[in-house]
């Protein structure tokens, strides 16, 4: 058959051009069967096909042509020509239609795209119009499944003769252009490249009832087959190519279970810490709720008892929401609650302020109107949920909060989510998981114990998992919750496995019954009782291949006394890290520069075009170095251990370092521009590597402001004195000295509100100090006086209040009827009050209250109302 397109000349049995891909089949006009294109009448309706007018070319549109990585699955009926020769064309018609029917059916159950009919050919695509992480092993279920479900076919109502029917299915992974082809008024989306051709060919090369696939294919789905290696003769190819021929499914687990495939084992060990947990879980669901404190160092396995007991409770019975922190030096307010409520109300990264204050209503909303909410407290929560998540709502939430003042606001909004998450429990028993708390912000530990005061008379468990950290306040989680929770306080410490355990995890580990002795006491003495150390040594030791499989079991291939087992996990991990290919072991660095946990599109985002994204994910899929999160609403990945991320962070070049962490700021940036708030520690954080000071300063002090905003005065300390520093080592310019400055009144302004009045006279002074020398606006300079006047009056230094009242009223000039007059005069009149010159207090009250009802009202203006008012009421009682 020739091609239409490049006029190759292709095999009868041809569907697609064996040169150039085009597809060889087009539809009959009247029936829109699948046709030869040199077809003058159609084989299904007898349609001429002459008769058809070409259809106008329909007008240019933009071509939206994408480039993707596809699955293409290609499979065709064996032997229709046999089947069209002994069946009926009726029957014929009645077989294919069947075949169609039962093949599209287990393409869409597993999300695949029937992409064109080729006579009783059908392609299919995974991965478009809608990617999933695994769309090879989709494929490759799918066409085992349906070389087992096309076996036989009825023939229809008219005949009860079995069909004996079998199809032959090829599958190829790789890049490719979709976008739409065709002409004469027929267009297709079909995806262009080599890889519908390769598929099309292994498709050819399979015998009845075999399904083959290309090696990118097999490289991603090999842990849901039973694969065999074959040799397919490839037109144009020397030779021979590779490919594997997928024989059966294999049930997930199994295949994944043991070390050489990557993944979970089985628990040994930590029956009692296990039945303590569950045993406090299921107290809780009984109306009494507990609070866990979890312990242990890094790697003993604390997430996994906790992964354990969820997975052994009945999962309908329970909401279970997770939150975890991260290793930064910047922690994110509310870090772990944040986690939970964006996963309950479903709000991303990528979300706008505006969809993400949407997200919590609804979720308030949907409480209140369940009854599990009252009315009147709702309005309250979504506010202050709202500002704990730092969703900018342009201030209109104030309202409730105006008289407010910090710490009752901090209170309320520990009150607010407490409430909320209560709320929750009227429906069904929660858990809340509360991880790598070593690392909590103090809003969230103070958090945790409101949570865990109000904890025993609801049906809440409050599970809260922690490294040994000195000094940090994790460590008095323990001794609160007993305090706050007498008598439903559980504390399981996860201490290393015996000797005995970590021989059976070994075993457990390699998927064998007995260990070579040599490997188990090499590895379980090495790790002493850590399965982090246990899992990665293992893994270093099949990689490479000083321990070899042998039969059912394991050999070693070399002598032990030979085999560096290194002695520190971080050397394990190192020799692990080279032994990936460039490719993944680059992108594995990217991504631990990005921290823990990673959304795909910011790793993608800093990846060289060169590297296939999805490849080298899979890659470290497959070395269980990262894992995909479920759950989360971008697609994000973590690091399977985080002391994996902190090992390869630490072996990249602090140059390479700087750049990335600069690369990944900027993408962050770029890619959620609406969540510049919800950002700012993380944005402050990498910034603060690079040697990007300036916008290091600037996010420090947006991470700085948004702390303020949520009244959490020492992390609002924190982050402007970590913006200081930066500052030290940035040269003398206007920009940096406003910033300076601009700092210096945050960290007055601070000190003061939470009543620490020498910090606060320093930090003002020194504002004042920075404003002088660089010339600051005179209005500005009047309200730093303004302020470290209160501060003086607030400590009862009233000479030093004097004499900012003058420095005040030299700045002023002849500013009248002013906010700037109306402060000097306040600064005065109180300087006088105190110092007994009361003519002068009455005078600049009353010179205030000439003008003052017609400015706009600000802050700072509130003392002179509240003093006229005293003044005029103090005149009325002498009069
Ligand atoms: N009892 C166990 N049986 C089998 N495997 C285990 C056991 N405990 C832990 N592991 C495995 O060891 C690894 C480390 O465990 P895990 O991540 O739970 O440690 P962790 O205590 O949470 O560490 P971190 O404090 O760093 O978060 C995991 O791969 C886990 O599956
Ligand atoms: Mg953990």
């Given at each position: 058959m020739q091609c239409s397109d490049c006029s190759h000349d292709n095999p009868?049995?041809?569907?697609?051009?064996?040169?150039?891909?085009?597809?060889?089949v087009r539809a009959g006009v009247a029936c829109q069967e699948p046709l030869p294109p040199t077809a003058k009448f159609c084989m299904h309706c007898g349609a001429r096909q002459e008769d058809a007018a070409p259809a106008p070319e329909p007008?240019?549109?933009?071509?939206?042509a994408e480039r993707r990585l596809l699955t293409v699955l290609f499979c065709d009926l064996v032997e229709s020509t046999r089947l069209s020769r002994e069946l009926d064309p009726e029957e014929l018609r009645e077989v294919i239609r069947e075949y169609q029917r039962v093949v599209v059916t287990i393409i869409q159950r597993h999300d695949?795209?029937?992409?064109?009919?080729?006579g009783d050919g059908i392609l299919a695509y995974f991965g478009y119009p809608t990617a999933h992480e695994d769309d090879e092993a989709r494929a490759v279920r799918t066409g085992l499944t349906i070389a087992a479900e096309v076996e036989s076919l009825g023939t229809g109502a008219e005949s009860d003769e079995t069909v004996h029917a079998e199809v032959r299915v090829g599958v190829d992974t790789g890049r490719v252009v979709i976008g739409e082809v065709g002409a004469g008024g027929r267009h297709d989306r079909l995806a262009i490249g080599a890889i519908p051709n390769v598929a099309a060919r292994l498709q050819a090369a399979a015998r009845p009832g075999q399904v083959i696939v290309g090696e990118a294919t097999y490289k991603r789905a090999r842990h849901v087959a039973e694969f065999e290696a074959v040799l397919v003769a490839a037109k144009g190819v020397d030779g021979a190519v590779p490919a594997h021929r997928a024989v059966s499914l294999t049930q997930t687990a199994t295949a994944r279970d043991s070390i050489a495939d990557g993944l979970q084992t089985k628990l040994v060990g930590r029956g009692d810490e296990l039945a303590r947990l569950t045993a406090a879980i299921n107290g809780a669901a009984r109306g009494v709720g507990r609070v866990v404190t979890v312990v242990g160092e890094a790697g003993v396995g604390k997430s996994r008892l906790i992964a354990e007991a969820r997975a052994g409770i009945d999962s309908e019975a329970f909401t279970w929401l997770r939150g975890r922190c991260h290793d930064r030096s910047i922690p994110t307010h509310y870090g772990p609650f944040a986690d939970v409520l964006a996963g309950y109300c479903g709000i991303s990264d990528s979300d706008a302020p505006s969809v993400r204050w949407g997200r919590v209503k609804d979720c308030i909303d949907g409480l209140v109107a369940n009854g599990q909410l009252s009315e009147e407290r709702a309005s309250e929560c979504v506010s202050l949920i709202a500002r704990a998540l730092a969703i900018d709502l342009d201030g209109q939430e104030d309202d409730h909060l105006a008289f407010a003042d910090g710490a009752q606001i901090r209170h309320r909004t520990f009150a607010a989510i407490a409430d909320m998450l209560i709320a929750l429990t009227t429906w069904r028993p929660l858990v809340l998981e509360l991880d790598d708390l070593h690392w909590a912000d103090s809003a969230s530990l103070d958090l945790i114990a409101h949570l865990g005061e109000r904890a025993p008379s609801h049906p809440l468990a409050l599970v809260c998992v922690y490294r040994p950290n000195h000094g940090h306040g994790c460590e008095r989680l323990p001794e609160i919750a007993a305090r706050k929770c007498p008598g439903r306080h559980v504390h399981v410490a996860v201490r290393e496995l015996t000797p005995e355990d970590g021989a059976d995890l070994v075993a457990s580990l390699l998927g064998v019954e007995s260990t070579p002795a040599a490997v188990r006491e090499t590895v379980v003495d090495r790790a002493r009782g850590n399965p982090f150390y246990i899992e990665e040594a293992l893994r270093a030791l099949v990689e490479s291949e000083s321990i070899v499989r042998d039969g059912a079991g394991w050999a070693v291939a070399d002598s032990l006394d030979h085999i560096a087992v290194p002695d520190s996990i971080e050397r394990i991990t190192l020799s692990r890290l080279d032994r990936l290919s460039p490719d993944a072991r680059r992108l594995l660095q990217t991504a631990a520069v990005i921290g823990r946990s990673f959304a795909r599109r910011v790793l993608e985002a800093v990846t060289p075009p060169h590297i296939d994204l999805a490849v080298a994910l899979q890659e470290l899929e497959d070395g269980a170095f990262v894992t995909r999160e479920y759950?989360?609403?971008?697609v994000q990945y973590a690091f399977r251990h985080v002391y994996t991320q902190q090992v390869v962070y630490g072996a990249i070049l602090s140059r390479r370092r700087q750049e990335l962490h600069g690369a990944i700021a900027e993408a962050i940036a770029e890619l959620y521009p609406d969540a510049a708030a919800e950002q700012a520690e993380t944005l402050a954080y990498h910034y603060t590597q690079t040697e990007h000071g300036e916008r290091a300063v600037e996010h420090l002090m947006s991470a700085g402001a948004k702390a303020r905003g949520a009244y959490l005065s020492d992390e609002a300390i924190d982050c402007y004195h970590k913006a200081l520093q930066t500052l030290e080592h940035l040269p003398e310019s206007p920009a940096n000295d406003r910033h300076r400055a601009r700092v210096q009144e945050a960290l007055g302004r601070i000190h003061h509100g939470a009543g620490h009045g020498d910090a606060a006279a320093e930090h003002l002074r020194a504002a004042i100090d920075i404003g002088e020398r660089i010339g600051v606006e005179e209005g500005e300079m009047i309200r730093l006086c303004y302020w470290l006047a209160d501060v003086y009056w607030w400590k009862g230094d009233y000479a030093r209040l004097c004499e900012i009242g003058e420095m005040a009223t030299v700045l002023l000039a002849d500013a009248r009827d002013t906010v700037e007059e109306a402060l000097v005069n306040q600064i005065v009149a109180t300087g006088a009050y105190f110092t007994g010159a009361t003519d002068l207090w009455r005078d600049r009250l009353k010179r205030t209250a000439e003008f003052l009802r017609d400015l706009a009202y600000c802050e700072e203006l509130r003392p002179a109302y509240v003093h006229i008012w005293g003044m005029r009421y103090s005149e009325r009682d002498m009069a």
């Amino acid at each position: 058959m020739q091609c239409s397109d490049c006029s190759h000349d292709n095999p009868p049995e041809a569907r697609f051009c064996l040169e150039c891909g085009e597809g060889l089949v087009r539809a009959g006009v009247a029936c829109q069967e699948p046709l030869p294109p040199t077809a003058k009448f159609c084989m299904h309706c007898g349609a001429r096909q002459e008769d058809a007018a070409p259809a106008p070319e329909p007008p240019a549109q933009v071509d939206d042509a994408e480039r993707r990585l596809l699955t293409v699955l290609f499979c065709d009926l064996v032997e229709s020509t046999r089947l069209s020769r002994e069946l009926d064309p009726e029957e014929l018609r009645e077989v294919i239609r069947e075949y169609q029917r039962v093949v599209v059916t287990i393409i869409q159950r597993h999300d695949g795209h029937v992409a064109q009919y080729l006579g009783d050919g059908i392609l299919a695509y995974f991965g478009y119009p809608t990617a999933h992480e695994d769309d090879e092993a989709r494929a490759v279920r799918t066409g085992l499944t349906i070389a087992a479900e096309v076996e036989s076919l009825g023939t229809g109502a008219e005949s009860d003769e079995t069909v004996h029917a079998e199809v032959r299915v090829g599958v190829d992974t790789g890049r490719v252009v979709i976008g739409e082809v065709g002409a004469g008024g027929r267009h297709d989306r079909l995806a262009i490249g080599a890889i519908p051709n390769v598929a099309a060919r292994l498709q050819a090369a399979a015998r009845p009832g075999q399904v083959i696939v290309g090696e990118a294919t097999y490289k991603r789905a090999r842990h849901v087959a039973e694969f065999e290696a074959v040799l397919v003769a490839a037109k144009g190819v020397d030779g021979a190519v590779p490919a594997h021929r997928a024989v059966s499914l294999t049930q997930t687990a199994t295949a994944r279970d043991s070390i050489a495939d990557g993944l979970q084992t089985k628990l040994v060990g930590r029956g009692d810490e296990l039945a303590r947990l569950t045993a406090a879980i299921n107290g809780a669901a009984r109306g009494v709720g507990r609070v866990v404190t979890v312990v242990g160092e890094a790697g003993v396995g604390k997430s996994r008892l906790i992964a354990e007991a969820r997975a052994g409770i009945d999962s309908e019975a329970f909401t279970w929401l997770r939150g975890r922190c991260h290793d930064r030096s910047i922690p994110t307010h509310y870090g772990p609650f944040a986690d939970v409520l964006a996963g309950y109300c479903g709000i991303s990264d990528s979300d706008a302020p505006s969809v993400r204050w949407g997200r919590v209503k609804d979720c308030i909303d949907g409480l209140v109107a369940n009854g599990q909410l009252s009315e009147e407290r709702a309005s309250e929560c979504v506010s202050l949920i709202a500002r704990a998540l730092a969703i900018d709502l342009d201030g209109q939430e104030d309202d409730h909060l105006a008289f407010a003042d910090g710490a009752q606001i901090r209170h309320r909004t520990f009150a607010a989510i407490a409430d909320m998450l209560i709320a929750l429990t009227t429906w069904r028993p929660l858990v809340l998981e509360l991880d790598d708390l070593h690392w909590a912000d103090s809003a969230s530990l103070d958090l945790i114990a409101h949570l865990g005061e109000r904890a025993p008379s609801h049906p809440l468990a409050l599970v809260c998992v922690y490294r040994p950290n000195h000094g940090h306040g994790c460590e008095r989680l323990p001794e609160i919750a007993a305090r706050k929770c007498p008598g439903r306080h559980v504390h399981v410490a996860v201490r290393e496995l015996t000797p005995e355990d970590g021989a059976d995890l070994v075993a457990s580990l390699l998927g064998v019954e007995s260990t070579p002795a040599a490997v188990r006491e090499t590895v379980v003495d090495r790790a002493r009782g850590n399965p982090f150390y246990i899992e990665e040594a293992l893994r270093a030791l099949v990689e490479s291949e000083s321990i070899v499989r042998d039969g059912a079991g394991w050999a070693v291939a070399d002598s032990l006394d030979h085999i560096a087992v290194p002695d520190s996990i971080e050397r394990i991990t190192l020799s692990r890290l080279d032994r990936l290919s460039p490719d993944a072991r680059r992108l594995l660095q990217t991504a631990a520069v990005i921290g823990r946990s990673f959304a795909r599109r910011v790793l993608e985002a800093v990846t060289p075009p060169h590297i296939d994204l999805a490849v080298a994910l899979q890659e470290l899929e497959d070395g269980a170095f990262v894992t995909r999160e479920y759950g989360s609403w971008d697609v994000q990945y973590a690091f399977r251990h985080v002391y994996t991320q902190q090992v390869v962070y630490g072996a990249i070049l602090s140059r390479r370092r700087q750049e990335l962490h600069g690369a990944i700021a900027e993408a962050i940036a770029e890619l959620y521009p609406d969540a510049a708030a919800e950002q700012a520690e993380t944005l402050a954080y990498h910034y603060t590597q690079t040697e990007h000071g300036e916008r290091a300063v600037e996010h420090l002090m947006s991470a700085g402001a948004k702390a303020r905003g949520a009244y959490l005065s020492d992390e609002a300390i924190d982050c402007y004195h970590k913006a200081l520093q930066t500052l030290e080592h940035l040269p003398e310019s206007p920009a940096n000295d406003r910033h300076r400055a601009r700092v210096q009144e945050a960290l007055g302004r601070i000190h003061h509100g939470a009543g620490h009045g020498d910090a606060a006279a320093e930090h003002l002074r020194a504002a004042i100090d920075i404003g002088e020398r660089i010339g600051v606006e005179e209005g500005e300079m009047i309200r730093l006086c303004y302020w470290l006047a209160d501060v003086y009056w607030w400590k009862g230094d009233y000479a030093r209040l004097c004499e900012i009242g003058e420095m005040a009223t030299v700045l002023l000039a002849d500013a009248r009827d002013t906010v700037e007059e109306a402060l000097v005069n306040q600064i005065v009149a109180t300087g006088a009050y105190f110092t007994g010159a009361t003519d002068l207090w009455r005078d600049r009250l009353k010179r205030t209250a000439e003008f003052l009802r017609d400015l706009a009202y600000c802050e700072e203006l509130r003392p002179a109302y509240v003093h006229i008012w005293g003044m005029r009421y103090s005149e009325r009682d002498m009069a």
